[in-house]
């Protein structure tokens, strides 16, 4: 097994490599640019950006237009071109792409994201603030999900075909219809004040006198207000898990060992959670990682915009729209590596919870 970790560990290079050339060449194509968009600024195309304008400090290893003519940009016509020089070279894009996707990866082997264009603070910093929102949504959907779901999928798989299992089946099928988002907006029209119930808050983590309550205040408090979002995100997770789980047990009940311990006089009880439940359970804990992973990207823009909550999503969003390339290149290549030991980790976690299964026998 040591060495099976230690070829998957050494596979993750070239894919991080390979992810974030292919990303860095689209870029070179994509229109725009941080210099555009400072020239729209100034030729008052783009008002917003100038209350977020900040240094553009030592984070030149990215991509963008390069060149010193102002005409390679569109807008620049009648400016200094010494002054688009000056623009190109604090952002570094004065320099052939090759060179700058070289200092990117250096840099990036060493966790150095440099600060972002627009906001003056270093990338790490700013992913950091914008964590805690994501976490909280992930872990908290995750568990949920996996609370309703392992139960639920385990009672509609004993009762495959009964008159239970054909409508809550119903049910899982229309929250998985459902988006995400739409949902948030159902709940917020009932019970966030939108036409029917103030019951819950509609926007942040915590109340404003947070800092001044119980330890038990806070943790209500808290739970308060991620009620609704955590709600919303967890129902197309929820739907999967349900369907999911009732699978694998069907599988499991019709082997041939289940009727062999049936025939031994075990109690179905014995034979379900004795025998069936480890090997049953065994795709869907071992998912539990990525799914935990998964609850950063799938729906979390829309739901943190909708409940303004500051996260990686409405983050990664608005970097990808003013061009922070920092910004960008960062949180693809921290969630790139993360996605890949994730990966690695439920592939752990399958021998685990099954001894039988061996990955060191397997070509990577």
Not at 68 to 92: C, H, N, S, T, V
Not at 303 to 332: H, K, Q, W
């Amino acid at each position: 097994m040591f060495a099976y970790i230690i070829r998957r560990l050494a596979l993750m290079v070239p894919t991080i490599f390979g992810i974030m050339l292919i990303s860095f060449v689209i870029i070179q194509f994509a229109p725009g640019g941080p210099v555009e968009r400072i020239i729209a600024q100034m030729q008052g195309a783009d008002g917003g950006l100038a209350a977020r304008m900040g240094g553009g400090g030592d984070t030149g290893a990215l991509s963008g237009g390069g060149g010193g003519d102002g005409g390679r940009y569109r807008g620049a016509q009648g400016l200094d071109p010494a002054f688009i020089a000056d623009l190109e070279k604090q952002f570094g894009f004065d320099k052939p792409a090759p060179e700058r996707f070289v200092k990117m990866i250096t840099d990036y082997a060493t966790f150095n994201f440099g600060k972002s264009y627009f906001r003056d603070v270093s990338v790490l910093q700013l992913i950091g603030e914008k964590l805690p929102v994501s976490i909280t949504l992930g872990l908290w959907m995750t568990l949920l999900s996996y609370a309703i779901s392992i139960p639920l999928g385990i009672a509609k798989a004993v009762r495959d075909g009964s008159r239970f299992d054909v409508w809550t089946s119903g049910v899982v099928i229309v929250g998985y219809a459902i988006p995400s988002f739409l949902f948030a907006i159902l709940l917020i029209v009932f019970f966030a004040g939108g036409s029917f119930w103030q019951i819950f808050p509609l926007r942040g983590l915590t109340s404003e006198n947070f800092s001044d309550l119980s330890l038990v205040g806070k943790a209500a408090d808290y739970l308060w207000h991620i009620a609704l979002p955590v709600l919303s995100m967890a129902l197309g997770a929820f739907a999967t898990s349900t369907l999911l789980t009732k699978n694998s047990f069907l599988d499991e009940i019709r082997k041939q060992y289940v009727l062999t311990a049936r025939m031994k006089g075990l109690t179905e009880r014995q034979v379900l959670y004795g025998h069936v439940f480890r090997n049953a359970m065994l795709i869907v804990i071992a998912g539990f990682p990525g799914a935990f992973i998964g609850a950063f990207f799938a729906g979390s823009l829309l739901i943190e915009t909708i409940f303004s909550l500051d996260g990686l999503g409405l983050l990664s969003f608005e970097s990808i729209v003013n061009r922070d390339y920092p910004v960008v290149f960062a949180n693809l290549f921290i969630f790139s590596l993360l996605g890949l030991v994730v990966n690695l980790l439920s592939d752990l976690t399958y021998t685990w919870i099954d001894p039988r299964i061996d990955f060191e026998t397997r070509e990577v």
